[in-house]
């Protein structure tokens, strides 16, 4: 996926805040408050103290989920995205083929296909039931982490795979010529450049894996997707604790937004 | 114990009745169904959407950043479920006000609703960025021959954003056929939720899984090839892009 399409499907600015204050924008927000205050009013709201440690357990489940499969992901993305670039034809064949599956196909068909497919599967091989993993393989997490993991490593590959061609010859062909040998050439130039040119896509990346995070909640996975869906079962209110989870999700892609922006202001760049 | 001959039994996959073939496919029909529709949709409220975007007032603008702001921020799967829950009672309600009672809405049309409202944002943007890509010059040219705005817009907006427009449609459309694979999470009979009932009720989950992620990987790439044919079509005639 290119830069725009990332941009069009994840939140990666917030809205400036230059002219807050026209007069229309005045009388947007005076009718924006009075939705809110109704909301606040006439909808029930006395099920959050009850739920709210639940709650906060949810939103860190998603965050860990967000962080470890990003990381992963990434790790994972940047020799998908070498070797298409430089590999011999079988890793090339490999990666583009696994790349095409996995953006090819819904996420929650590979998170199904992993837990419900292989998670029946691995009970009937006694020596995987014997194995020091079978206490992990139960659960259902490590399920979510691979399908994400992966999932993150493919979109992310392509772009890693962009990056590294497009990192100009000359500054490789002149690391060569100081006489680096190709693994310091790669740890010195290439890699450091190809992360460079990759980090503006990475704020869209991440947001969008924030915006796959909640499916793990249907191999039961309690994240705050999970526990607002206990709300809605114990209580029966439709679209309060859908509206709080949006809120939720909502508040945590500004935090990424702004988080992002501060890092990569941190970051010199030429001519910016 | 478990080998390859016992664990693959092709036969489940059988058009006929006791095999979930034909289940299977029509699962997929619908799905298609509901990507072509809400595609279609989310297209529609898209150029609107970039048009106000862009053209449009104060207010205009501002609800418009509002809208696309909240459905990138917010996963699909939370919008699908108050998009269907909201739109489904709200429809409710107002032919009750009518007085016609309470109206049994399709899933079909419910599930395109939803995709339909979510792709419309993204398309939004899209299309805004196509449009903004367009040299101004261009756009004056024909305001100055005396074409009136929606001849403008026939004539020489839209036929020049499209090459802009294009690769990122495309990927718009393949999410919006992988997104109909969310509305299994509400109960729509759709492929993905079709599978699993097979798998389910056989416990063949590898198969059937297999199966739908086959066909979900034909759709994209058949549709890879037509937007092969799209891309070289409008793009003709144009500098290859750097």
Redesign the interface.
């Given at each position: 996926m290119s830069d725009p399409t990332i941009t069009a499907l994840a939140l990666t600015d917030l809205p400036t805040k230059k002219s807050i204050f026209k007069p229309h924008r005045i009388v947007l927000m005076a009718i924006a408050a009075a939705v809110v205050f109704c909301i606040v009013w006439f909808m029930r709201w006395d099920w959050v103290p009850e739920y709210s440690d639940r709650l906060a357990d949810g939103v860190g489940m998603t965050l860990i989920m967000l962080a470890s499969t990003s990381i992963l992901g990434f790790l994972l993305a940047v020799p998908i995205g070498l070797v298409q670039v430089t590999g011999p034809w079988p890793l090339k064949m490999l990666a583009q083929v696994f790349c095409t599956v996995i953006r090819g196909t819904p996420l929650l068909l590979q998170l199904w296909l992993l837990y419900y497919g292989l998670g029946s599967l691995f009970p009937q091989f006694p020596e995987i039931r014997n194995s020091f993993l079978w206490p992990y393989l139960r659960e259902s997490w490590p399920y979510g982490v691979v399908a994400l993991t992966l999932s993150f490593a493919a979109y992310e590959g392509e772009v890693m795979r962009g990056a590294f061609a497009g990192v100009p010859s000359g500054e490789l062909e002149a690391a060569r010529a100081y006489g680096m040998s190709p693994f310091t050439v790669f740890r010195r130039i290439w890699l450091p450049r190809a992360v460079h040119r990759a980090l503006p896509t990475l704020t869209g990346e991440t947001v969008l894996q924030l915006k796959a995070t909640p499916l793990v909640a249907t191999i039961t996975v309690i994240d705050v997707y999970a526990i607002i869906s206990q709300v809605r079962q114990k209580t029966y209110l439709t679209y309060e604790p859908l509206l709080l989870l949006a809120l939720i999700y909502l508040c945590l892609t500004a935090i990424l937004v702004v988080g992002f922006r501060y890092f990569e202001s941190k970051i010199p760049t030429r001519g910016a | 114990?478990?080998d390859a001959g016992s664990?693959i039994n092709w036969s489940l996959l059988a058009l006929e009745p006791p095999g979930w073939g034909g289940v299977m496919l029509a699962g997929l029909w619908q799905s298609l169904q509901i990507a072509v529709g809400g595609y279609a949709l989310g297209l529609i409220l898209g150029t609107g959407g970039a048009m106000g975007k862009l053209y449009g007032g104060?207010?205009t603008k501002?609800?418009l950043?509002v809208y696309t702001?909240?459905v990138?921020?917010?996963?699909?799967?939370?919008?699908i479920?108050?998009l269907y829950?909201?739109g489904t009672?709200v429809l409710n309600q107002l032919s009750a006000l009518v007085g016609f009672g309470p109206v049994d809405i399709s899933g079909l049309a419910a599930g395109i609703f939803v995709i339909g409202v979510v792709q419309g944002a993204?398309?939004t943007?899209?299309l805004r960025?196509a449009i903004k890509a367009v040299p101004a010059g261009q756009m004056e040219a024909a305001r100055a021959y005396g074409m009136s705005p929606f001849q403008v817009m026939r004539r020489i907006t839209l036929p020049a954003m499209l090459p802009h427009a294009i690769?990122?449609l495309s990927?718009?459309w393949?999410?919006a056929t992988?997104?109909?694979?969310?509305l299994?999470?509400v109960g729509f009979s759709e492929l993905?939720l079709v599978?699993?009932q097979a798998?389910?009720s056989t416990?063949a989950?590898?198969l059937f899984?297999?199966a739908?992620?086959v066909l979900?990987?034909m759709?994209?790439?058949v549709s890879n090839v037509l937007i092969g044919f799209i891309e070289r079509h409008y793009r003709r005639g144009m500098a290859r892009a750097a």
């Open positions: - | 114990m478990a664990l104060p207010v501002d609800l950043e702001t909240l990138r921020a917010v996963p699909e799967l939370v919008l479920l108050i829950y909201a009672d993204y398309s943007e899209v960025g690769p990122g990927n718009l393949l999410i992988k997104d109909t694979a969310l299994a999470v993905t599978t699993r798998a389910g416990k989950y590898l899984f297999c739908a992620g979900y990987l759709i994209t790439l």
